[in-house]
């Protein structure tokens, strides 16, 4: 994919109010079955937690895109975990098979919302070494 190492890239879009309408009609039953029991304890703790939710949502499908643009490959959401540094940098901590998709490779991963919408962007290049 050119000349700078990169392997992958996916973005997505999500809507907050979707996520809202999700949460208030499975609750818990989709909360579990998308995030990890970390993903979630942190978005209860924000302000506004749909954004957060939805911020992560969209990590899980962009990171599904850039490792896998054919489909999901057996990807579970709760395989892509989205975790914050100390500093707020936000990060992957990847399960199952994702873990297995991105290989030797690294993930770089951008979130944010506003308004009514959330998006995420994930880059996949060569592991680097430190």
């Known amino acids: 994919m050119g000349g700078l190492g990169i392997t992958g890239v996916g973005v997505d879009l999500v809507s907050i109010p979707r996520i809202e309408v999700m949460v208030d009609r499975w609750g818990r039953r989709f909360l579990e079955r998308v995030f990890t029991g970390a993903e979630i304890e ?30 999901p490959g057996g990807i579970r959401y709760r395989d892509v975990e989205v975790v ?34 959330a998006v995420a962007v994930v880059i996949t290049c060569p592991e680097v070494k430190t």
């Open 42 to 71: 942190y978005c209860r703790s924000r302000y506004a937690p749909a954004g957060s939710l939805a911020a992560r949502f969209a990590a899980k499908e962009a990171f599904i895109k850039a490792v896998s643009p054919a489909g």
């Open 84 to 117: 914050m540094s100390d500093d707020g940098v936000p990060g992957l901590r990847l399960h199952g098979r994702a873990k297995a998709a991105l290989g030797r490779s690294e993930a770089l991963i951008s979130i944010s919302h506003e308004g009514e919408l």
